[in-house]
């Protein structure tokens, strides 16, 4: 994450403005813009403004507001000038850009078919969050995720923002150029929102490995049917399970031959049972692990990780991520 | 001997000037048509491809015929750069750079120059419609075009003999 890469978000005009709080880029979590309203940055799990000079400030006298031009100028910019081929991704509420960094959009929505999300006119509020890829955190819990050379069909539980989608992309990116473990496998990724690859105009901005192959912004249930007609992974990824059709293609991947790395909403095990879709799944144990995250400290942790029979691995003790 | 040699340079320097003046609007019909074929490359990629303008100028400046494919690796090339440069600038300033020594009327030249000015649809279709537009104004100048050609090619060529003619008797 470079300074260079925050700047390259805005037009040429309003690159003197950000010179200053990019280079805190490190730090920079969040940029939000709202037509007539302060420009808040989150730096560090605070919420900031920008002042008029570019800098930071709590004072809100001292603040710099947004304009409808800038907030038109920054969507077009980081369109590069064609709406049209961004069409889907403004029709979803957000958008990729190059580094990961991912756009997410407001406005007034055009309905079609009374229910059916058309397109957003009038985008009046952006909230810029900063990807920062982090490496590594997956790989106390890696050995606990073979069984011999074989990658065990694993579930991520985590309540939001506990780093689930991290985990993740940490461990695709694991198993795909492999490890002390086990060999690097093909794996193939379905990354509905973009979040796990990142991907900008097709090409994937984070790092998932050398033997990934990225099906990105298609829905789960026909990406995983899709890979597995064409790519012939030996692991299928995918980002958060969240009805029963997700769960029923995942159910038809699994006697492929494809081993299974999927993520869930959850506090723990129990709340992931009570889950309607889930219960069959977890009866019939198609999961090997459960690996289980959560906060301490206000720090991501691993708190758990559960074999098929729900019970603790032996060896592990709750780790830092 | 000498008058004939004059004569018969009098008489070359002004057929070749009309055949200059001829080829020269050849050579705008010929234009007009690479442009047409260009837009409607643009339209296509903008509907099926539904690439972005940078791409589809990277796209250009692969196939396409010179000047045009510098003046698009040149707008693809400073996009890429990122210098928070608008597209539409960037597309006008190669635009007049590169169109400048080419036979185009002015009106000509303008319909390819305003082409970025309306990148802001968010649907492939009405941005691709906009692009229709533009193509249907360029499609009239290469018919009128034409049609002037046809007309005025024998007219200048006639025009050109006889004037050699007329020059080479009042020399005499």
């Keep these: ?321 | 001997m000498l008058r004939m040699v004059g004569i018969l340079l009098l008489m070359t320097g002004c057929i070749g000037l009309g055949y200059h003046t001829v080829s020269e609007e050849k050579q705008r019909i010929r234009e007009l048509r690479e442009i047409r074929h260009m837009m409607l490359r643009i339209q296509s990629e903008m509907t099926y491809g539904k690439r972005t303008l940078p791409e589809i100028c990277n796209l250009l400046a692969e196939n396409g015929e010179e000047p045009y494919r510098t003046i698009f690796r040149r707008i693809f090339q400073k996009a890429e750069e990122n210098d928070g440069a608008t597209l539409e600038r960037i597309w006008m300033e190669e635009m007049e750079n590169g169109l400048r020594n080419l036979p185009l009327k002015r009106e000509e030249k303008t319909i390819l120059k305003n082409l970025s000015g309306c990148n802001g649809i968010a649907d492939e279709n009405m941005q691709a419609a906009g692009v229709g537009q533009s193509l249907d104004v360029l499609t009239r100048q290469i018919d009128r075009a034409e049609t002037e050609y046809e007309n005025k090619s024998r007219v200048i060529m006639s025009i050109s003999v006889t004037a050699g003619l007329f020059l080479s008797i009042l020399l005499l």
């Design chain 1, 1 to 321: 994450m470079s300074k260079e890469e925050i700047l390259h978000i805005f037009p040429d005009f309003m690159r003197e403005k950000w010179k200053q709080a990019a280079a805190y880029a490190q730090q920079l979590q969040e940029i939000r813009l709202r037509v007539g309203q302060p420009v808040t940055v989150l730096l560090n799990n605070q919420e900031w403004f920008l002042s008029q000079d570019g800098g930071w400030t709590k004072n809100i006298a001292e603040a710099s507001y947004s304009s409808e031009k800038e907030l038109e100028a920054v969507l077009a910019h980081v369109c590069h000038y064609s709406l049209y081929a961004f069409a889907d991704e403004i029709r979803q509420g957000f958008l990729t850009i190059p580094g990961g960094h991912r756009i997410g959009l407001s406005g007034q929505v055009i309905l079609e078919n009374r229910n059916t999300v058309r397109n957003i006119k009038h985008i009046r509020y952006l909230n810029i969050r900063i990807a920062h890829e982090i490496k590594g955190v997956s790989d106390q819990a890696l050995p606990y995720l073979y069984r011999g050379d074989e990658v065990l069909n694993t579930l991520i539980i985590s309540p939001p923002g506990c780093g689930k989608t991290t985990m993740l992309r940490d461990l695709v990116r694991n198993f795909s150029n492999g490890s002390i473990y086990g060999r690097g496998r093909n794996v193939g990724l379905v990354d509905e929102r973009s979040e796990i690859a990142g991907s900008f105009l097709g090409v994937a901005q984070n790092d998932i490995g050398i033997r990934t192959d990225v099906m990105d912004s298609c829905p789960k249930q026909e990406g995983m049917m899709m890979l597995i007609r064409s790519m012939a992974p030996d692991i299928l990824a995918v980002d958060e399970l969240g009805n029963l059709g997700d769960v029923e293609a995942m159910c038809q991947a699994v006697p492929c031959g494809c081993r299974m790395l999927a993520t869930i909403h959850g506090g723990s095990l129990e709340e992931v049972s009570r889950k309607s879709y889930m219960q069959d799944v977890i009866k019939e144990a198609v999961f090997d692990r459960y690996l289980l995250l959560g906060k301490k400290n206000n720090k991501c942790i691993i708190k758990g990780i559960f074999d098929e029979e729900r019970k603790l691995c032996s060896g592990w003790s709750e780790s830092c991520c």
